[in-house]
């Protein structure tokens, strides 16, 4: 009888699966006046550099596709570090990279993926990558698997561009 039934079950899932997913874009911007007050109010920043610590702003816009068990959002963001002592002082930073949600029956989240270039600079003219790979967090669990990012001679190239 159970075989009997899987023929049914899966013609009533395939005109849900068969409509695809909704696809929408969203762009955001935190400036350097956000991360100012922030850092004042509540210490945020992207790291420190001995005298002085790490400010950012960007840009950012998100393509995204969404099914009832996963959302898929292509990342793409601009901006800039900043020290936090002298904020004229400042280079670039970047990154385009896929997160991937997975979703319970509710929507809810419960694990998230990511994959690509995190984040990129560019020091003299030249692009220096800070952080590139693969992640993965269960909610429950904790970190599945994880690319390490770049070691602290990266972030130090970082400081001492901005000193």
């Known amino acids: 009888m159970t075989l009997a039934l899987l023929p049914l079950a899966l013609a009533v899932a395939a005109p849900a699966s068969a409509s695809g997913p909704e696809h929408f874009e969203t762009s955001f911007s935190y400036t350097l006046a956000d991360a100012v007050a922030d850092y004042q109010a509540f210490g945020d920043n992207a790291g420190s550099c001995g005298d002085f610590v790490l400010l950012v702003d960007f840009d950012v816009q998100r393509s995204v596709a969404r099914w009832p068990d996963r959302e898929v959002r292509h990342v793409h963001y601009i901006g800039h570090f900043y020290s936090s002592a002298d904020t004229s002082r400042s ?62 001679a990266v972030r130090q190239a970082v400081c001492e561009a901005l000193d």
């Open 91 to 152: 280079i670039v930073r970047g990154g385009d990279f896929n997160l991937t949600l997975s979703l319970d029956s509710s929507g809810a989240p419960y694990a998230v993926t990511r994959s690509g270039l995190f984040e990129y600079v560019e020091i003299d003219n030249r692009r220096l990558v800070t952080h590139v790979g693969h992640d993965e967090l269960d909610f429950a669990t904790g970190p599945i698997s994880a690319t390490p990012k770049a070691g602290d």
